[in-house]
């Protein structure tokens, strides 16, 4: 089975800041996995995913990941935040050939002026 | 250009009554997945569709019901309230499986429900 671990609830930030968003994730095979970003009201939509080649990763709105298999890791940075990066973030896994998602429980990111 | 959409956005319902939630999508993907979403527990699958009248169980289905009789169209009805459903509910999308996984979700607004 898997699972996946955000091991911060809530990372408040000040803006311009660098942060890490931390994701571990456990699995007895190989998934894809991904980071998914959701603003007040609004459904969740795709920052970034790893598949395969180079482990580092980069997606929308400036974000990274890093998918570090030896420490089962896919963690998220952005070297400087802004005040409308304020949501909550969510990793999740998909196992190969398995079109299902396993979540992680999200961190809200906070970003103060 | 509509993508995939929810209604209704809010609902508030008395326990024991029954509530459907539609979800439409106009991709035409295969698969189509219901979530619920709570405090401290993340995204929780309550059922998913591989196609028209095709659907499977996910980790939280007790109490709900799904069909597909349309690929467009997926909805989940909650046979009879009880406040422990008091959620809000995201439908999502996504390509088959023949990508090997690599398929991203495309989600739906969400629907808050509350049971009272």
């Known amino acids: 089975a898997q699972s996946v671990t955000q091991l911060d609830s809530q990372v408040p930030v000040f803006e311009e800041a660098p942060v890490e968003l931390r994701c571990n994730y456990s699995s007895s095979v190989s998934v894809y996995l991904f980071w998914y970003v959701q603003y007040p009201n609004q459904g969740l939509q795709l920052l970034l995913k790893y598949l395969s080649g180079s482990t580092l990763v980069k997606g929308i709105n400036g974000f990274e990941a890093e998918f570090n298999k030896s420490q089962t890791s896919f963690h998220l940075r952005k070297p400087s935040v802004h005040i409308s990066d304020t949501a909550e973030y969510f990793c999740?896994?998909?196992?190969?050939?398995?079109?299902?998602?396993?979540f992680g429980s999200g961190t809200k990111l906070n970003v103060k002026p | 250009d509509a993508g995939i959409t929810q209604s209704p956005r809010y609902k508030i319902t008395e326990t024991g009554r029954q509530v459907t939630l539609m979800c439409h999508q106009t991709?035409?993907?295969?698969?189509m997945f219901w979530y619920r979403q709570d405090l401290g527990h993340g995204l929780r699958l309550i059922y998913y569709?591989?196609?028209?009248?095709?659907?499977d169980k996910g980790e939280v289905s007790d109490g709900y019901v799904v069909s597909r009789s349309k690929t467009e169209n997926f909805p989940l009805t909650l046979e009879s309230a009880t406040r422990s459903q008091t959620s809000v509910y995201f439908c999502?999308?996504?390509?088959?499986?023949?990508?090997?996984?690599?398929?991203?979700?495309?989600f739906g607004p969400g629907t808050r429900l509350l049971v009272l």
């Open positions: 999502a999308s996504s390509e088959s499986a023949a990508g090997g996984g690599q398929e991203t979700q495309y």
């Open positions: 991709w035409s993907h295969s698969y």
């Open positions: 999740a896994v998909k196992r190969y050939n398995f079109n299902k998602f396993y």
């Open positions: 569709s591989a196609a028209a009248d095709i659907t």
